[in-house]
Structure formats: structure tokens, C-alpha cells
Nanobody, 114 residues
Framework: VQLQASGGGSVQAGGSLRLSCAGI????????MGWYRQAPGKQRELVAH???????KLADSVKGRFTISRDNAKNMVYLQMNSLKPEDTAVYYC?????????WGQGTLVTVSS
């Protein structure tokens, strides 16, 4: 089982990006899923979280700009990021509880220039 993230890149402030994360392998159940990020010199922080029933929670710093969603049939989780700011620059990691274990994606870099 692994998580494969994609969709990072470079964008100017005010732009948008959509991150995707796919669960791959022998998956029987996926519980909570989320996105974290780690900026240079900072600790990893929770950005957004979604339960299996699609109840969501967003960090205060991204509320009103980011949206998390999931597709249970495809074992996917998404992060739509709008109105991006330079302070959103970080490596973004997806996370999921799969088959009673916690898994992390490989990280995808998001760079926002002013």
C-alpha cells in the first residue's frame, strides 16, 4: 500500500493549484485522510482533514481559500488551493489511515511567488 501525490508546482500569488493523492495497492478500507505541509525551517503542520463521511476541517490560515475533498470509490483525496499566498510555499504531504495503518505520500512541492 502506498500514497502517491501529484499536482504541485510553481504559481504566482493569487493563483490556484489542485493537489491529488491516490491510494494504491491492496486497500480494504480508508478512514480519515488529510494534507499536511512543511515549509523550510518549520515543523510539519496539518492543512486539511476529511473523514470517510466527508466531514472536513481546515487550518485557520487556509479557511476560505482551500477545499479538501475525497472520492472513496477511487481511493483519492484532493486539495483545491485558491488565492495562493507566498506563505503557502511548502512541501505538501497527503496522509491516510488505510487498513488500520497510517501512510504518507512522498510530498509535492508548492512554490508561490509574489
Amino acid at each position: 500500500v502506498q500514497l502517491q501525490a501529484s499536482g504541485g508546482g510553481s504559481v504566482q500569488a493569487g493563483g490556484s493549484l489542485r493537489l491529488s493523492c491516490a491510494g494504491i495497492g491492496s486497500i480494504f478500507s480508508i478512514g480519515d485522510m488529510g494534507w499536511y505541509r512543511q515549509a523550510p525551517g518549520k515543523q510539519r503542520e496539518l492543512v486539511a482533514h476529511v473523514t470517510r463521511l466527508s466531514s472536513t476541517k481546515l487550518a485557520d490560515s487556509v479557511k476560505g481559500r482551500f477545499t479538501i475533498s475525497r472520492d472513496n470509490a477511487k481511493n483519492m483525496v484532493y486539495l483545491q488551493m485558491n488565492s495562493l499566498k507566498p506563505e503557502d510555499t511548502a512541501v505538501y504531504y497527503c496522509n491516510a489511515f488505510i487498513n488500520s495503518g497510517t501512510y504518507w505520500g512522498q510530498g509535492t512541492l508548492v512554490t508561490v511567488s509574489s
